[in-house]
């Protein structure tokens, strides 16, 4: 019988949980009033251990994989749906012990049982959110309209259980046990209904303006790069007249900003308003100074860079690396303004989404590229990788690098970063890596009598350049592949090798030199703590 309530419960709270978040979603586009899930996602997940987290990015990673879905592409969506099954159980969860609780006690839900579940099951739900309320949204309003849904849910699960646990009159018992079943099954086909088409409508229109929303930001992208919009203008690059052509199937040498990859520990990127924006410079330092964005653009030289960026949780041959121009201030120049004191050895960077982390002034000092970075492609920041602020430091992966940067203080303090307290590696220093994007079987040149199959990718080992990559076919012996000349000394490094035509199934690998001779890692070893190690292969019937 208490397996039954407990059903009965959970049944009645997965009716009530998956159109309340229908209605949570309509309300965020319409009213940008917060969507729980999302909130209690994002705050849960930094106090998880770091373990857990990683097991849980692992875990994700892998399903990803399993299903044959790009990481870059889905890793943000699935997250979501995580965030989204999350609050349905703990939705469920409720519903299962309140039914349950009542039915032990033999007492029927009263109206104020449920307004008092609400209110305890929603209120510190609705004090994360407003915790985390989006610029120009009323407290008040967002307060008020959340407690509703709430209360409402708890009003509603009282007047349903009570519906559902109605305890028949001794007289005729057996008739009451029969009717009170038909009654029973009815209403909650009824709630069913009820549940699945506020659901539907609520989700469907909600989605339909997302969707809506993402086309315009798209296409303001997308007009702010004309260049990348209209393949009649196309950019200049240093290496246009390389002989060296990437073999048909290898990814972009520069990828479009629209087309980047994206990282951030929240659900959603913050928005912050760089009308308003300044970045404040404070702790050791003779100087404290508080910088407007403009500021940054037209009182420091602008340092230009072609840069490849990459994820530390990419495996061999993701798709979490890729390459663009990026525009900014030099560190160096900013921190003379501000005065750095003898004593200071450290910047603790802090962002829009909770980030921090810890960048030694000793490497700032030896390296003068080292920026503050305010565009892309000659544009604003994208709002999803940083607008209107994020830090660049050669030969590091992305774990390193803030984002959304709202405040830096000069420290004599080391502190471990968000990632490095989680259990990443302290350095992060980028590993050297090949891929191969392509074998080209369709696109099989005919010279003479032995024709070739294209065969390419990249090659990448941060800011040590590449000095040569090798390519292996079934085992053989490794084979010299060209190089075309890179973007620049920080970029990945486009190879191409045209292999003799053999029919049948194959399998081929690829192997790298950095730029100093030193050859990569051939050993496997997994993303954690310190980036994938290995061989990349790649099979093809031809």
Not at 104 to 132: F, Q
Not at 196 to 211: E, F, Q
Not at 298 to 322: E, F, K, R, V
């Amino acid at each position: 019988m208490k397996f039954k309530h407990i059903g009965t419960g959970a049944l009645i709270g997965a009716l009530l949980t998956a159109p309340q978040m229908a209605v949570m979603l309509l309300a965020s586009q319409l009213a940008a009033f917060p969507f729980v899930p999302f909130d209690v996602f994002d705050w849960i997940t930094p106090l998880l251990p770091g373990p857990v987290i990683t097991f849980g990015i692992d875990r994700m990673i892998d399903m990803l994989l399993i299903l044959r879905l790009d990481v870059a592409d889905t890793a943000k969506s699935a997250e979501q749906i995580i965030a989204v099954l999350l609050f349905f159980f703990l939705g469920v969860l409720a519903g299962a012990v309140f039914y349950t609780v009542l039915a032990l006690r033999r007492s029927p839900a009263d109206r104020l049982s449920g307004l008092v579940l609400g209110g305890l099951y929603g209120l510190p739900m609705v004090a994360i959110s407003l915790d985390r309320l989006a610029d120009g949204v009323s407290p008040v309003m967002a307060a008020a309209w959340l407690l509703a849904l709430f209360l409402g849910w708890g009003l509603l699960l009282s007047i349903s259980c009570r519906r559902l646990s109605a305890v028949p009159k001794r007289a005729d018992e057996d008739e009451a046990r029969s009717v009170q079943v038909i009654n029973r099954r009815q209403f909650l086909i009824t709630l069913g209904a009820g549940a699945a088409t506020v659901t539907v409508a609520g989700a469907g229109l909600g989605a339909l303006l997302m969707r809506d929303e993402r086309r315009s930001q798209q296409a303001e992208l997308d007009a702010s790069m004309a260049h990348q919009a209209d393949e009649t203008i196309r950019k200049v690059f240093p290496n246009s007249d390389d002989p060296v052509v990437p073999a048909p199937g290898t990814r972009p040498e520069y990828t479009p900003v629209k087309d980047h990859y994206k990282v951030f520990i929240k659900l959603t990127p913050p928005e912050i308003d760089g009308a308003v924006w300044r970045l404040p410079i404070t702790g050791l330092v003779d100087h404290p100074l508080l910088l407007s964005l403009e500021d940054i653009r037209n009182n420091y030289p602008a340092h230009d860079q072609y840069i490849t960026l990459s994820c530390i949780s990419g495996d061999l041959g993701s798709t979490l690396i890729s390459t663009t121009q990026w525009t900014g201030a030099r560190l160096q120049d900013i921190l003379a303004d501000a005065g750095v004191q003898p004593e200071a050895k450290y910047l603790r960077v802090t962002s829009g989404d909770g980030f921090y982390e810890t960048v030694s002034l000793e490497l700032i000092q030896s390296d003068e590229r080292i920026m503050f970075c305010y565009a892309w492609d000659g544009n604003n920041l994208p709002v999803d990788h940083g607008f209107p602020l994020r830090i660049w430091i050669p030969d590091r992966y992305g774990m390193k690098q803030p984002k959304w940067i709202t405040a830096v203080e000069v420290t004599g303090q080391y502190e471990e970063g968000y990632w490095v307290r989680r259990g990443w590696d302290e350095v992060a220093q980028v590993k050297t890596t090949s891929v191969i994007d392509t074998v080209a079987v369709d696109a099989i040149l005919q010279e003479g009598d032995q024709p070739r199959v294209p065969v390419g990718g990249i090659a990448w080992a941060g800011d040590r350049g590449i000095s040569e990559v090798e390519v292996r076919v079934d085992g053989g012996d490794w084979q010299p592949a060209q190089l075309r000349s890179p973007l620049s000394e920080t970029t990945w490094v486009i190879w191409r090798y045209d292999w003799i035509f053999e029919p049948g199934h194959h399998l081929f690998e690829v192997r790298c030199t950095d730029g100093n001779g030193t050859p990569q890692i051939e050993r496997r070893s997994d993303v954690r703590p310190s980036g994938a190690t290995g061989i990349h292969q790649r099979e093809a019937d031809l």
